[in-house]
């Protein structure tokens, strides 16, 4: 009798914090306590609500396709020194590389052949890496490619970035890693979070179509720094927005950190994929790194896109920002196969197109 009790109080509390979950979720906004609240689910139950309403704004704007994006890690070079990253200049223990025209135009070639429409460039600020060389990829690969160009280099001057975009370059990822002033200014020493989203609105406003996005489970980063993030992303109106959780790499200073939660990391795309709407949200080799189901798990809360390696060997092995990281022992080639099993095994389908953002305008350059 006091079990029976007991079992409908505990329904009729969980059916009521279900309503008032369940219309939460069918909010058009929220606002930053909301977010919190979101982020701050614990039960089983009703982080599968959360789950299941991120896949149907998922699916209400880009059905069940899913965008790859091949990636080409160009240069592992890197004048900063951001605590976390196994790429920071203050590691001697990597054999460093910076490839050539010809070898990323090829590279870009296994892209077009694998039918992927966008290409990546991804490298650590390396100044070396000079504005000429990347303008001449851009070109060559467009040349060669009907595809999108992403340029994920670092900050760089704006003279760069203006020229890369009138060189053919679609968009630009450059994540603004935590809207935490503080947390910004003791993870990256000698930068600024005021610049980098400078940095960021420039690049918006010439035209390009741009990406940022925080890392998830830093040192003494809290539910509501998380929220400030997602709140950021949505005032910088991003086309694309990843978070991605932290990998430690032994080679840095945060070699003893933990490494963040799969499920806490999944919330956090599901949340803003029901904030953000319509922004393309990867599943990241970060979190498939962490989790072996980790790209299907992140469809599954609301990801629309996977950014697959297509640097080739030997370079492959050595663009290490974290430790583990997934497929650099593979044929770059044989990944779509593999990724093709894994996507349709939740439903999604590999789309064909470009996946330009649903918000794309065509682009202007400023004088
Ligand atoms: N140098 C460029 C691009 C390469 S780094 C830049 O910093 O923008 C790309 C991304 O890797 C960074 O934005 C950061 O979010 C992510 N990253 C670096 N180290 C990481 C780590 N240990 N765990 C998770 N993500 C990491
Ligand atoms: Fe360099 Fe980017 Fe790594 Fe920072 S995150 S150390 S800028 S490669």
């Known amino acids: 009798m ?52 991120a896949l149907k704004v998922k699916e209400k704007y880009f059905g069940t396709d899913i965008h790859l994006r091949g990636i080409i890690e160009i240069s592992n070079h890197c004048e900063e020194n951001c ?55 851009i070109q060559k690969i467009k040349a060669v490619h009907d595809c ?26 450059l994540k603004h890693e935590t809207n935490n002033e503080n947390l910004y200014k003791f993870i990256h020493s000698n930068q600024s979070l005021k610049n980098r989203l400078e940095h960021l609105l420039y690049m918006k406003a010439i035209g390009y179509q741009i990406g940022s996005g925080n890392i998830i489970g830093l040192p003494t980063q809290t539910l509501e720094d998380i929220a400030e993030d997602l709140v950021l992303c949505k005032q910088l109106d991003l086309d694309m927005a990843s978070f991605s959780p932290f990998v430690s790499s032994e080679k840095t200073p945060f070699a003893n950190i933990a490494n963040a939660s799969v499920d806490s990391t999944l919330k956090v795309m599901a949340v803003a994929r029901l904030y953000l709407k319509n922004v393309h949200i990867p599943a990241t080799t970060a979190l498939a790194t962490l989790d072996e189901r980790g790209r299907e798990k992140g469809i599954l809360a609301g990801a629309n896109v996977i950014m697959p390696s297509f640097t080739p060997h030997p370079y492959r092995t050595d ?34 197109s470009k996946g330009d953002s649903l918000k794309f305008t065509l682009p202007t350059i400023l004088d």
């Open 319 to 352: 663009y290490l920002i974290y430790d583990d990281k997934i497929c650099i022992g593979e044929d770059p080639r044989q990944c779509i196969s593999c990724l093709s099993i894994r996507i349709s095994s939740v439903g999604g389908t590999i789309s064909n």
């Open 83 to 137: 605590l976390y990253c196994g790429l920071r200049r203050a590691n001697k223990n990597i054999t460093r590389y910076r490839m050539s025209v010809d070898e990323v135009v090829n590279a870009a070639l296994h892209i077009k052949e694998a039918g992927v429409k966008t290409v990546v460039l991804q490298s650590g600020e390396d100044s070396d890496l000079t504005q000429q060389m990347v303008t001449e990829m």
């Open 148 to 173: 999108a160009i992403t340029l994920s280099l670092g900050e760089r001057s704006y003279a760069d970035y203006k020229t890369w975009f009138a060189a053919g370059a679609d968009r630009y990822l």
């Open 2 to 53: 006091v079990n029976e009790t007991f079992t409908i109080n505990k329904k009729m509390e969980s059916e009521i914090v279900m309503i008032s979950l369940q219309q939460l979720l069918e909010q058009d906004n929220f606002t930053k306590d909301e977010l919190i609240y979101l982020l701050s689910l614990e039960n089983k139950n009703d982080i599968d609500l959360l789950f299941e309403k």
